[in-house]
């Protein structure tokens, strides 16, 4: 349909235009109506030199942004996603567009020629203004920190830059700072002083509705707009004595001047023009209201933060100024959700047996051992709440599935076995909770074993629902020279086979088998994979049809599987089961036309 170059147009050379990262979105505001014009999405793309570029749906440029005098030289992407938005900061702008990342000081295979091109006297000059710039650090970014950078839509104007957290500034009296001469120096306040540390505990329901967290690889670095709220505290108790009236919250008289209230006649008349008015005034507004977000917006339904979901945690960030709201660190790996539904952020650990590294549980010293999940409670951690298996299931349960096959003669070699991250399944219970908590936790192994747990009463334990062992198998073995090349990348999903639908199936994908299974554990379809996927599985409709498709990516090349309506055995079963007995009807009642035109009348009159 359309290609375009990423290279400059002036000087063709290729350093630094390596695209890391690209999303579409819509910065225009639609409109409500059906008869409205279909809005046009826009791509943005950065590249490995920090380049943003804008491109319309024609894949016509539209802006371009350079961001690598923040970024000191040698420095790769560690982290980087994007977001675009129609809600804009600035009225005239047309959307927003987010970018953000974490760059490491390490040398990537890809850009050595970036750095061989550049002659000694550029280097030396960038690498003078790197050090002068972390010295100082007031131009470049912080590059242990998640960096921020905010757009206009259509121009690519910049609106507000996170280079370094703004840390609240701490006083330098040393009877504050060394705890030897600060007696009133508690636990709140040696927290408090850490650099990057931010209080969360006052967003607490907010951080719950921006879960389930996950992070394994550069591509589960996203950005997610949401509106959080402070933690409404109880009311405090009444205390004796005179009662003080504030009569701000008070509400006001409606006595407009020239009415009367006690005429019924004039209400009445005065409400059926209200009607006629505002029914006027909901057939002129057709268009959608999407409000302008400024540091005054306190609207429930419009965003008022940004949250990155990083390597080390989550990270709120105010969207109209760009200022750290909330961080909140979180242990990379495992699935952070309230998968209990207490109100309280949980941590579900489970590791393989292919790594080197061993796996610490978190909020203890055990180790994790290879077929086991972990799931605690709190950050940090207050207590755990489950240890249960995730390989072949034992009724009883009461030990490894290695200690209970060697008594058939049988041993259980987790040698090579990895894991993917668990994810969690909601399902309806007769009880209301919060959107992403309170559901099934599904595992997944690299030999195929799907397995259910759901949590037990009063949140504590688990209770096994059902365990499927599947063709989605994968292996990642080292190659004799030590390095792994086109890394298998397994899928654990949760998909709605329809778009807008609450229901979710669970799909999970191998090296050449994808499965979809149902939340009670019943495999619904089988998928043969024509290549290793080296990404995750994409799940979006791009056929048009409303149903939800799959995208495979692998090293070899791209593809798409749609999804095909196809009726239901049931429908055919009840359609067939009519036939059958319509059928039957006719056949017994011509049967009995035909028996009785056969037989001869009786005569009605006695002789």
């Not at 070899?556 to 749609?562: A, D, P, R, S, W």
């Not at 009807?585 to 009785?596: D, G, M, P, Y």
Request: with cysteine; net charge neutral.
């Amino acid at each position: 349909m359309a290609d375009v170059s990423l290279l400059p147009s002036n000087v063709r050379v290729s350093s630094g235009r390596r695209p890391v990262a690209m999303a579409v979105g819509t910065v225009d505001r639609h409109y409500a109506h059906a008869h409205a014009p279909s809005t046009k999405q826009l791509l943005v793309v950065v590249t490995s030199g920090w380049s943003v570029m804008c491109f319309d749906h024609n894949l016509k440029k539209l802006w371009e942004a350079n961001l690598q005098d923040d970024f000191p030289h040698g420095a790769h992407h560690r982290e980087v996603a994007i977001s675009i938005t129609n809600y804009t900061l600035k009225h005239g702008d047309a959307g927003l567009v987010i970018v953000g990342g974490r760059m490491e000081m390490q040398h990537h295979s890809a850009e050595l020629f970036d750095e061989f091109m550049m002659s000694e006297h550029n280097r030396e000059e960038h690498r003078r203004s790197a050090s002068e710039k972390q010295a100082s650090e007031t131009g470049t970014a912080d590059l242990r920190h998640f960096a921020l950078y905010a757009f206009a839509g259509r121009t690519g104007e910049l609106r507000w830059s996170r280079k370094h957290e703004n840390i609240p500034s701490q006083p330098s009296d040393a009877s504050v700072l060394i705890p030897q001469h600060n007696y009133k120096l508690d636990a709140h306040a040696l927290n408090s002083r850490h650099p990057g540390q931010f209080e969360c505990r006052e967003f607490r329901e907010s951080v719950l509705g921006v879960m389930p967290h996950h992070w394994d690889r550069r591509e589960d670095t996203v950005l997610q707009l949401a509106h959080f709220r402070k933690h409404k505290r109880k009311p405090l108790k009444k205390t004796p004595g005179k009662a003080v009236v504030n009569n701000v919250h008070k509400p006001s008289e409606h006595n407009p001047p020239g009415k009367d209230v006690s005429n019924r006649l004039a209400n009445v008349i005065g409400k059926a023009a209200d009607m006629a008015n505002s029914n006027k005034i909901k057939k002129s507004q057709r268009t959608l209201y999407v409000p302008t977000i400024t540091n005054y917006t306190q609207v429930w339904w419009v965003p008022n933060v940004v949250v990155a979901h990083e390597k080390e945690g989550i990270e709120a960030v105010h969207l109209a100024s760009g200022r750290t709201i909330c961080k909140l660190h979180l242990t990379e790996g495992g699935l952070h959700a309230d998968i209990n539904g207490d109100g309280v952020l949980d941590h579900v650990q489970v590791v393989g047996a292919n790594g080197i590294e061993q796996t610490v549980v978190s909020g203890s010293m055990e180790v994790l051992k290879p077929c086991w999940a972990v799931a605690t409670s709190g950050v940090p951690v207050r207590e755990q709440l489950f240890n249960v298996s995730i390989c072949h299931y034992n009724n009883f349960n009461l030990f490894h599935h290695g200690d209970f096959s060697r008594s058939f003669g049988r041993t259980f070699d987790p040698t090579g076995l990895e894991v993917a991250t668990p994810i969690l399944v909601q399902r309806d219970d007769g009880h209301k909770h919060r959107r992403g908590s309170h559901g099934d936790i599904i595992f997944l192994t690299s030999r195929g074993e799907v397995t259910s747990y759901s949590p037990g009463l009063l949140g504590h334990d688990a209770i096994w629902r059902w365990q499927l062992s599947t063709g989605a198998t994968w292996s990642n073995l080292p190659s004799p020279s030590g390095m792994m090349e086109n890394i298998v990348v397994p899928t654990l999903k949760a998909l709605s086979l329809r778009a807008y639908d609450p229901k979710q199936v669970i799909i999970a994908g191998g090296d050449l088998e994808a499965v979809v299974i149902s939340p009670s554990g019943g495999l619904l379809a089988s998928i043969d994979l024509p290549a290793p996927p080296t990404h995750a599985l994409v799940l979006e409709d791009f056929s048009g049809d409303g149903l939800t498709d799959i995208i495979l990516v692998t090293s070899g090349g791209v593809y798409g599987f749609v999804q095909t309506r196809h009726p239901g055995a049931l429908f055919f079963s009840t359609l067939v089961g009519c036939l059958i007995v319509v059928i039957g009807v006719i056949f017994v009642s011509l049967h009995l036309n035909s028996s009785n035109s056969g037989k001869p009348r009786a005569s009605t009159h006695y002789r």
